[in-house]
């Protein structure tokens, strides 16, 4: 890059994001660390410019339409506009279907989906308008189906189809979009997923692990090495692709 770009990373106040942010951070991207409770980003932002990079902390709701268009708005004032875009905020509401709620559904659709949406429907102005652009979606292994996620699972198949969408849509204007599925990555996530199970998260790891072909769970930082590459020069040429970085083929 000869001059910094900015990249945007939702939900990085923990777990992947943070991991993502700061990868980035470190390959020389001005950062903007959105999650819900700006305050919440703090360590993010500090983590990164204490390795001498530059991070601003931006609070926003993604599901709310208002917001997000402020947090653009703030992003591209005070970073530069933004031409990377990594949509990673998630939430889980877990429950088997004949006790999921209408609301848990809702929220779990509002975050991945509508968030997903709103963001890249307002970043892309930026992207069109430079004729470059790198696109993330955080998908997951539970959109090939899982026990106890029908909000979950749907939501991350879906940005599946909307990432590949927008690979045809904005291709034209230099601008990849590409989607991640991780399998089993150990975070604050996961282990809330082990408490639904009432399994201690120790045990969850090791019977994780064990059905894994490289015999390990994943780490956010095996997620940002791949974001890294997709949102790179040299990976141009891929789009609309869906790489599940699970240890193992998920198909």
């Avoid at 004949?98 to 102005?125: C, I, N, P």
């Avoid at 292994?141 to 979950?152: E, I, M, P, V």
């Avoid at 198949?157 to 979009?177: D, N, P, R, S, V």
């Avoid at 015999?215 to 599940?244: C, K, M, N, W």
Wanted: aromatic fraction near 6%.
């Amino acid at each position: 890059m000869t001059e910094p770009r900015t990249a945007i990373v939702t939900g990085a106040a923990r777990g992947i994001g943070a991991a993502v942010a700061q990868r980035l951070a470190s390959d020389g991207f001005q950062i903007a660390v959105v999650d819900l409770d700006e305050s919440s980003c703090a360590a993010t932002v500090d983590a990164i410019t204490s390795a001498g990079g530059t991070a601003l902390a931006v609070g926003a709701d993604v599901s709310n339409e208002e917001q997000v268009k402020a947090a653009i708005e703030r992003i591209a004032a005070e970073l530069g506009a933004p031409t990377v875009l990594v949509n990673n905020a998630g939430i889980l509401r877990d429950n088997l279907l004949f006790k999921m709620t209408v609301e848990d559904w809702d929220l779990v659709m509002g975050v991945h989906l509508r968030g997903s949406f709103l963001m890249t429907k307002y970043a892309q102005k930026h992207m069109t308008e430079a004729g470059y652009g790198r696109i993330v979606n955080l998908s997951s292994t539970s959109a090939l189906g899982n026990r106890g996620q029908a909000n979950y699972s749907a939501a991350k198949a879906g940005l599946q189809g909307f990432t590949k969408t927008l690979a045809i849509e904005l291709g034209k204007f230099g601008i990849t979009a590409n989607a991640i599925a991780p399998g089993f990555i150990q975070t604050d996530m996961t282990a809330a997923t082990a408490e639904r199970m009432k399994v201690p998260f120790d045990d969850f790891i090791k019977f994780s692990a064990d059905q894994i072909p490289v015999q390990r769970v994943g780490q956010p930082e095996d997620i940002a090495h791949t974001a890294s590459f997709l949102v790179s020069e040299g990976a141009g040429f891929v789009s609309g692709q869906v790489i599940y970085v699970a240890g193992g083929p998920k198909d």
